[in-house]
């Protein structure tokens, strides 16, 4: 099992300062063409936009936070393990040299240090999390409660993003494409069959259905009978007469009132009790 490390901790166990850090103290600058993509890095898409406006902000403020690099064996070049978006965002707005903090790590922290930056900054799409915790989970070795402290999620998320991956193309597309959320998809996971699930997607586009609205069609798919309503609580004043009657018998005693009539139930629990009750009603 491989070591535990402080990688739960986030980006600020490596970023010493915060989001604002000067160009001193273990800071280099480097060229953008000596930075290779991290060929673990989880995140595949980027907001057009918010792309945009990194790269007028970087344009007019420069980059204020670095990216974190390793150094590749051939001297000179460096492999991104985290700041995809900030490197990207930097060649656009014409930039030279970038801010880099250059720490040593190995195949599995790359892909871990990636996985944080984009979880803390709410950057990964659902599938694209779980992607990274299957190679977490399946080419590291990682039990689920190993990714879920270095994380800082619990393993019940870690499972429940995992099970994404078990979906048909055409649900993880809808979920892709936005057309459904990471909710809807979930609920699609207590249908067994694939077929199913791609049958209750059409519903759920065709109705727009919101999640708890999916979770009620999925219950109905698998023949499980809705959960019944709550027996509304009796007015006060039977309420009020069946506390005098418990009091009085000194038993469990229910009133019932029908339109015509009624029931009262008088309960006992053993026959001495029933002979009690006897004496004091007949």
Do not use: C, W
Not at 72 to 86: D, N, S, V
Not at 201 to 206: E, F, G, K, M, N
Not at 268 to 273: H, K, L, T
Request: proline fraction near 7%; avoid cysteine; aromatic fraction near 2%.
């Amino acid at each position: 099992m491989p070591q535990k490390s402080g990688l739960g901790r986030g980006l600020d166990a490596l970023i010493p300062g915060g989001e604002n850090i000067p160009a001193e103290g273990g800071i280099s600058y480097v060229s953008v063409n000596q930075i290779s993509p991290n060929p673990r890095q989880p995140r595949q898409d980027m907001n057009t936009d918010e792309l945009g406006e990194l790269t007028a902000s970087i344009r007019e403020h420069g980059v204020l936070q670095p990216l974190i690099v390793t150094p590749m064996e051939m001297g000179g070049q460096y492999t991104l393990i985290a700041g995809k978006r900030r490197l990207e965002a930097a060649k656009h707005a014409g930039l030279s040299s970038i801010p880099v903090i250059v720490r040593p790590a190995t195949d599995q922290q790359r892909l871990e240090l990636a996985l944080i930056e984009n979880v803390q900054r709410a950057d990964l799409s659902p599938l694209e999390e779980a992607e990274a915790y299957r190679q977490l989970s399946e080419d590291f070795s990682l039990s689920h409660e190993d990714i879920a402290q270095r994380v800082a999620k619990s393993r019940v998320a870690v499972t429940n993003t995992l099970r994404l991956l078990k979906l048909p193309d055409v649900v993880k597309n809808a979920l892709v494409e936005g057309r459904i959320s990471a909710g809807h998809a979930r609920a699609l996971l207590a249908l067994p069959a694939p077929e199913a699930q791609a049958a209750a997607l059409r519903t759920i586009l065709s109705l727009d259905l919101n999640v708890r609205q999916t979770e009620e069609l999925v219950r109905k798919l698998s023949g499980e009978r809705p959960p019944s309503a709550p027996k509304p609580a009796p007015p006060p004043e039977v309420m009020e007469l069946e506390e005098r009657l418990r009091i009085s018998l000194g038993t469990k005693v229910l009133l019932r009132a029908g339109r015509k009539g009624g029931t009262l139930t008088i309960h006992y629990y053993s026959n001495e009790e029933l002979d009690a009750l006897l004496g004091r009603l007949l």
